[in-house]
């Protein structure tokens, strides 16, 4: 199945032991497809405005798309000792760099800046456990859905629920781009109008 390395740094790791767990239990694949296919800023306001990390998580290039359960890393800063291979994403909030080699791999990359420093491998971290990225808490088999509107995670046990409520958001939309190609104005059929004399607003023709 489709995983994304979503990789968080733990500034003071004193008496914590590292810890590497192989097992995780993940979404329904078909949940997680649906919520690619549907993508970020759905997803986000389907599941209630909630789960978006910062909005300076950007693609390394603007086609990068991906979904996936979260495989975490947490590692010591400049130090990607945990870090693996043979995943479908990355999800950085420190930095990436060699972007037009994985741009050319279409490699999809999304992270807080791009810097040409390099990393050691000297510490080890800790694999599939919670982690923080880019203020957005992320917990192993949590679902990650990102593009160029950003990264958004979608908490595990509600991925099948958030998938139906994003496909019903989209069927909704689509009916109000309908009304709109027939003249109606969102003003009336969203009930913006009520809502605006509720609120004292007063419609003058000068």
Known sequence: MSAVFVVGVRDRIKDVKPKIVRNIQRADAGAIKTLGEH???????????IGLMRPYMRPIYPTAKTAGSAVTV???PGDNSCQAHGIVGLVI?????DVA????????????AISAQGTVKNTPGSVNVPVVCAGA?????????????GV?????????????????RIAKEEQSRDKLRKGELGLDFYG???KLVKAGVEWVDE
Do not use: Y
């Open 152 to 168: 958004v995670v979608v908490r595990r046990g509600s991925a099948a629920e958030i998938a139906k409520a994003s496909a019903a």
């Open 101 to 112: 080699d994985l741009t050319t791999m279409n490699f999809p990359v999304w992270s807080r």
């Open 192 to 194: 913006l109008r009520d």
């Open 74 to 76: 947490l590692c010591h």
């Open 93 to 97: 909030e420190a930095g990436v760099r």
């Open 39 to 49: 993508g970020v800023a759905t997803v986000h306001e389907a599941q209630g405005r």
């Open 137 to 149: 808490a992320v917990d192993p088999g949590d679902v990650i859905v990102a593009d160029v509107d």
